[in-house]
């Protein structure tokens, strides 16, 4: 046991200083919330609890509401073939571009702060065809398309970016396949 101590220490501050050594992760700097409404397709992501049930055709879909928010509909299909969704609710932070914080937790929670989830835009194509969705705690990843498919250069590029953002791709789950 002692040795394992021994081993797992330099590796940890081996990642914490990776970590600290990356670029920071910051949102887009110009972002359009009505372009960006609209379906989104999964084409990879950090493995999450809350996906766990998902194995194919996650999408993402964002509609703009009259109160300044943006209604969020997460469905997915689970290896038994159904098809689940989890409905929610995102506002923008002031301020920032790009940046929205996301509540799937009831409406009577959303005065907590923990039910809020900080959810950046990090990379996006000017014509809102592909995003990059990430978080400054670098848990959370999500490469996003307009269409069930990405290219495989562009979804290398995505990758590399990330990487250069501290994110840890090892576990990163491709859903969709590429072009």
Same mark, same amino acid.
């Given at each position: @046991?002692?040795?394992?101590? $021994?081993?797992?220490?330099? $590796?940890s $501050?081996?990642?914490? !200083?990776? *970590?600290?050594? #990356?670029?920071?992760?910051?949102?887009?700097?110009?972002?359009?919330?009505?372009?960006?409404?609209?379906?989104?397709?999964?084409?990879?992501h950090?493995? &999450?609890?809350?996906?766990?049930?998902?194995?194919?055709? /996650?999408?993402?879909?964002?509609?703009?509401? #009259?109160?300044?928010? /943006?209604?969020?509909?997460?469905?997915?299909?689970?290896?038994?073939?159904?098809?689940?969704?989890?409905?929610?609710?995102?506002?923008?932070?002031?301020?920032?571009?790009?940046?929205?914080q996301?509540?799937?937790?009831?409406?009577?929670?959303?005065?907590?702060?923990?039910?809020?989830?900080?959810?950046?835009?990090? *990379?996006?194509?000017?014509?809102?065809?592909?995003? @990059? &969705?990430?978080?400054?705690?670098?848990?959370?990843?999500?490469?996003?398309?307009?269409?069930? !498919? @990405?290219?495989?250069?562009?979804?290398?590029?995505?990758?590399?970016?990330?990487?250069?953002?501290?994110?840890? $791709?090892?576990?990163?789950?491709v859903? *969709?396949? &590429?072009?």
């Amino acid at each position: @046991m002692h040795h394992r101590l $021994l081993l797992s220490l330099p $590796l940890s $501050l081996l990642l914490a !200083s990776a *970590a600290q050594a #990356a670029s920071p992760v910051e949102s887009v700097g110009r972002f359009e919330l009505d372009r960006y409404a609209g379906q989104w397709h999964e084409i990879a992501h950090l493995p &999450v609890s809350f996906q766990k049930k998902c194995v194919a055709d /996650i999408t993402a879909s964002y509609r703009l509401r #009259a109160d300044g928010r /943006i209604s969020v509909l997460n469905r997915c299909r689970t290896s038994d073939g159904d098809m689940i969704e989890a409905e929610g609710v995102a506002r923008p932070v002031s301020g920032h571009p790009g940046r929205l914080q996301v509540r799937f937790a009831p409406d009577w929670l959303s005065w907590l702060p923990w039910a809020w989830a900080d959810y950046w835009v990090i *990379a996006l194509d000017p014509d809102y065809q592909w995003a @990059m &969705v990430g978080e400054p705690g670098r848990r959370y990843l999500w490469i996003l398309s307009r269409t069930p !498919s @990405m290219d495989d250069a562009l979804l290398e590029r995505l990758r590399r970016q990330a990487t250069d953002m501290g994110y840890d $791709l090892a576990p990163l789950k491709v859903m *969709a396949p &590429v072009d």
